[in-house]
């Protein structure tokens, strides 16, 4: 079976710096790949060059075999990559449910239509609704965004990303900044749902990674140094000596 | 608020607007008419501003066109009935502002500030520079478009208070119009883009199209308000155009409070009243403009609205 | 056309060009580093032209007057900061919009108080009067010359300054990030109060030494403001080697669109259209590179 994402020789520089460094990796359905690495290792702006966000110096990008290379990210979207964001990156001033109106909403045919009222396409709403049920939110449907916990933001940010109804996700740190019982949520979501998916997981929390991923991938300086099963990461000499650098420059 | 004390407000102010004329002086009508006339243009103003974030300075480029449109269609045949000629200029109008759409969105911020005023004022200039349209001077539109609905109601555009009917017959159709849209899912799809561009782009909209959508309808509507005001006055000139309307459209969205759709009803009818009441005050009446519009954008950048919100203790 | 008038139309376009640059680098260097828009720029042009004809009529000479006219412009700068700018800083371009639109008008009435609305000239001041003989009819003014030396000058000055001074640090400092200087203690509210009065005295020395050859009229802010939009659409943000050029194309444009003829099926489109040529520049460029020619993208 072909993976449903691949990137071959990906590299993005910005004005001299090497971003990223010809970077390759692939994804299949019901698998979660994860990428590690310091900070300021590329992983960020790698997830921003598979989701169309920022277009690639160099290398190619595929969904399930097609050649998307420079695509911009709504067409990336709509050849099935979501994506959720490090920083929260979601609509404030709005409801948990226009949130995820407003992804739903962008599957359908009826976004152009400037006359009838959204109550006349109820099935949008009640898509929401599934979804947010989903992720746990639906008891927070009616509620401002800006009014909920930074945890809840966060499974906001996720529930946007399923909205779209995607076959990649491409998840950027989605426990940052959440306390334990709020991670332990989204990594139960997680699991629940891999097998729907092809899931590029950037990542921290290394007892999530380990707990969650299939295969890793680890970036040093904006270059690939490992990549392998978990056993083989646990166990590789370069990936320790790229954290204990991180360690010690802190 | 409840909802119900919100339709007595509207309904009240709506009995009172149609009563209007049987006690006003004409002079009252006619300024009635003219703040009318405003209304419909700061309306379309505001889908962009206040309901997509784009902030133009070149909007006033849609509504002296279309005015200027009605201008040359009557002097190539006076006899032209008003829908007709509405539906000609609005036309225009859109494909004027399709073309300015589709080069000002490819900017942001600043300078789409910039590009729209730029554009604006390249369209004073060509009506300035040119004698087609009347130079400096413009057009003197000497025949009204004529209105005869089925042949047995003939509204006289240059009478005071027919003007005034229909006039207020179109803010209300624009106010209709502009509350449909914004509960659209394509309404929906704009109000995403003003909160968070970026995400909606993310989420598979592509942005530029909507906003070059809305660009257009904007436009079409500040045909409308052109297309009236170029019937009320009978006159068309290049200040029609001029960054100056822009800019004072833009002040009286905010003053109403941006993003609301009865927001440019308020600001409008606020503003253009301060100001009669500056010109009798002086003749420097452009320094006390300006002054409420600093104070005004410096302390109240919510408008009115804002204040009112404020007093009922309720936070922003 | 022939080759001495080409050359002098050229060096006009270039004059008008370099003028043009001194205007919109002063909205630049206010965008860029304080990222304010100001479109009340062209009213501090138009008070510059007014301050050079008051100022130098009263004095009876036009050095006198025009050092007495930067201060002013210079002390107008830091009091507007203080009064309005200030509280722009971290508001939206909306609001940068309408406080800086109010400002235009309420300058506009000020000049029709102490002014008034005629139309005025300037002369050209003795040591820079005569004109340099081209051919027996054909002479071009010294003045016009010396006022294209001094924006090279001012330009050079300005490159220089941002690139290599202390105070030039400071600004590309606070342009990059406003918290880390403040950190390092520098006072950014002063760096900003005056960068703001050294935009504003540009744009009102453009307007000074541009009063001798162009008559000063109260609408001449409104012009050149929207010019050098032009100019900043053109160049693109954040680079003095991109207003420059841009500056440059949009004076030689304008300067030939008035003087060519060209027929278009018969009709002679130039003139009459000169006024609009650097718009369909501005246009093109949009269209195909619409961060400006050297911008980066925004």
Redesign the interface.
Known sequence: MSPLIQATGLSKHFSGLRAVSEVSLSCERGMIHAVIGPNGAGKSTLLNLLSGETKPTDGMVFIADQDVTGFSSHQMSLKGVGRSYQRTNIFDNMTVLENCNIAVQSRSRISMRFLGTTSNYPDIESQSKSILKRVGLLSVAYQLVSELSHGAQRQVEIALALATNPDVLLLDEPLAGMGAEESQTIIDLLRDIRLDYAMILVEHDMEAVFALADFLTVMLNGEVIESGLPQKIRASKKVQSAYLGEDAGE | MGKNFKSLVIGFVLLSLMLFPFFGERFYIQFASKILVMIIFVSSLNLL?GFTGL?S?GHAAFFGFAGYVLAILMQVDSSTHFVTALLISISCVGLLGLVFG???L??????F???T???G??LF??L????FAGGSDGIYIYSRPNLSIFDFWDVDLANAVHFYYVALVFVCLTLIFIGRIIQSPFGRVISGIRVNEHRTKALGYNTYKFKLVCFVIASMIAAVSGFLAAVQFGVVNPEMVG?HVS?HA??MV?LGG?GAILGPVLGTTTLMITEEIFQMLTK?W??L??????????FF?NGLAGIRIFKKGGSM | MDAITFFIQAMNGIQYGLLLFLVATGLTLI?GIMGV?N?AHGSFYMVGAYLAWSLMGWFGNFWVGLFAGVLVALFLGLALEWL?IR??YD?D???Q???T??????F???R??LWGDDVHSVPIPELLSGSIQLTENLAYPIYRLWLSGVCIVIAILMYVGIQHTRLGMMIRAGESDRDMTKALGINIGLVYRFVFALGVSLAAFSGMISAPIASVFPGMG?QVL?VS??V??IGG?GSIKGAMVAALMVGLIDTFGKVLNVNILGINILP?????SI??L??II??FR???IFGKG?
């Open positions: 501003v902030v300075l589709v080069l000002v490819r900017t942001k911020g600043i300078f500030i910039m590009s005023l730029a554009l004022e390249m200039y060509f300035h520079d040119t004698d960054w800019g833009l002040m905010i941006k420097h452009q320094l403009t300006g002054l409420v519009i600093v104070l005004v954008a410096l950048p | 965008f828009i479109i309005f509280f722009l508001r371009h909306l609001q919009v309408l406080v639109y109010g400002l235009i008008l309420i506009s009435e000020l029709s108080i409104n929207i939009f032009v900043v659409v943000l009459e259209m000169a006024g609009m718009f369909a501005m246009a949009l269209m619409p961060q400006g925004h």
